[in-house]
Every structure is written in structure tokens, then in C-alpha cells.
């Protein structure tokens, strides 16, 4: 496609269940990022990929989050035992670059995630 | 206190009327980027800038690397230019970890 899919654009999770989100970002870009974005808050860094190598993961808020992009092109982000402070819309962001100082960023229309 | 504080938080204008939006930082950056996001989520960027000034259409951006802050300069403002506007940083050494202000929502009214 054109941009950065993300899927399912909503999701609504029991506390305890398991949930997966999808990014497909643009063909060919080396770098991906997923944020966790609060109600009324700006994005936060969660982790980001350089191809299939996963750089950074300090973001991530706790072991019960994992994510991987095993092929360099899609990545999931796996969230295990929901709680409801999960809730939030979760951002997927592709850049051909290896930097975010030197090229554009693209964005995915976020999946977001209710936890009753 | 945020690394990245934003004025005002809310801000509503006529049609046409010009727009500024505010970004403070405290660390020394690289680059500053500047987004929109509209209702549902999508973001797009808008601009990434590292000195001086730059334009697109309606829009500029500004930044003063001494002073750490950036200004969203918006003419002609119409009410499809209503969204939340997010300035991040690349601050600290980084090449890819942004980080964000909580964002500026403005509405343009008719």
C-alpha cells in the first residue's frame, strides 16, 4: 500500500486477555516505531526496529509487552494479560531513514485499544 | 517538567485569522519536528527542522536553537486547518527517539 496500515484500528479487550496489533509500514523502510499515545497526551516511545533488529525497547512498559518485526517488514506488537491502564491508541511509524533527523516520518492511523 | 512543553494548550480562532503555536524545550536537539493530528488518530508531518525557518504553503515554522523554541505559524487560517498540532525533539544524542509535547488543539470556526 501507499502508507503505514495498522490493524485493527479498534480493539476491545477483557483485563487478562491478549492482544495483537499489526503494522504494515511502506515497502522498503529501514526504521519502525510504535508509540503509546494516552488520551489528551502526545506520543510516547515504545521501541523501535532497524529492519529486523529490534534497537530499542526502553519504552516498552513492562515485560507483559513484546513486539517483532521477524522479517524486516511487518511488526507486531504483543501485549500479554491486558490491563486496564493499557488502554490508549497505539501509533506505527515508518521512515527510510536511520535517522529521524534527516527524513520524513509516516504514520499509521493507530490502533486503539479499550480494556474493560 | 516536560522536555517539551507547547502553548497554548487549546486555542480557537476566526476564519483567516493568523495562528502561532509555541514549543519550549530544555536539551539541547538535533532536530525538532512539527505534526498534525486530526480526529481518529492519523498523524502527519508536517515539518522537521533543525535551523532557521521553513514554509509550506500556509504554514511556517520557525526554530531558535539558542533560545530552544519553535514557533507553528499558520495564515489564512481555515476551518480544515482544526487538529491538534505535536512538536517532538531529537534530543540527547539520539538519531530516532522523538519525544513529544502533550500537543496544541486548535479550532478554526467559520
Known amino acids: 500500500g501507499a502508507g503505514v496500515s495498522q490493524s485493527p484500528r479498534y480493539k476491545v479487550a477483557k483485563r487478562g486477555q491478549d492482544v495483537a496489533l499489526r503494522c504494515d509500514p511502506i515497502?522498503?523502510?529501514?526504521?519502525l516505531f510504535w508509540y503509546q499515545q494516552a488520551l489528551g497526551q502526545g506520543p510516547e516511545f515504545l521501541t523501535y526496529?532497524?529492519?529486523?533488529?529490534?534497537?530499542?525497547k526502553s519504552g516498552l512498559p513492562s515485560d507483559r509487552f513484546f513486539a517483532e518485526r521477524p522479517e524486516g517488514s511487518v511488526s507486531t506488537l504483543k501485549i500479554q494479560r491486558t490491563q486496564q491502564e493499557d488502554s490508549a491508541v497505539y501509533l506505527c511509524?515508518?521512515?527510510?531513514?536511520?535517522?529521524?533527523?534527516?527524513?520524513?516520518?509516516?504514520f499509521g492511523e493507530g490502533s486503539r485499544l479499550t480494556v474493560l | 517538567k516536560n522536555e517539551v512543553e507547547q502553548s497554548p494548550q487549546n486555542l480557537t480562532a476566526q476564519e483567516e485569522e493568523f495562528i502561532t503555536i509555541n514549543c519550549s524545550y530544555s536539551?539541547?536537539?538535533?532536530?525538532l519536528h512539527w505534526l498534525q493530528q486530526h480526529p481518529g488518530g492519523g498523524i502527519v508531518s508536517l515539518f522537521m527542522?533543525?535551523?532557521g525557518k521553513k514554509k509550506h504553503g500556509r504554514l511556517i515554522a520557525t526554530i531558535n536553537i539558542q533560545e530552544k523554541h519553535s514557533s507553528l505559524h499558520i495564515t489564512a487560517s481555515h476551518p480544515r486547518d482544526s487538529a491538534v498540532y505535536i512538536c517532538?525533539?531529537?534530543?540527547?544524542?539520539?538519531?530516532?527517539?522523538?519525544?513529544f509535547g502533550k500537543g496544541t488543539l486548535l479550532t478554526v470556526n467559520p
Open positions: 527542522l533543525s535551523s
Open positions: 515497502s522498503g523502510h529501514v526504521s
Open positions: 526496529f532497524q529492519n529486523e533488529a529490534q534497537l530499542d
Open positions: 536539551v539541547g536537539i538535533s532536530a
Open positions: 517532538a525533539v531529537l534530543s540527547g544524542g539520539s538519531n530516532y527517539k522523538l519525544t
Open positions: 511509524a515508518s521512515s527510510g531513514w536511520t535517522s529521524v533527523g534527516t527524513g520524513e516520518l509516516f
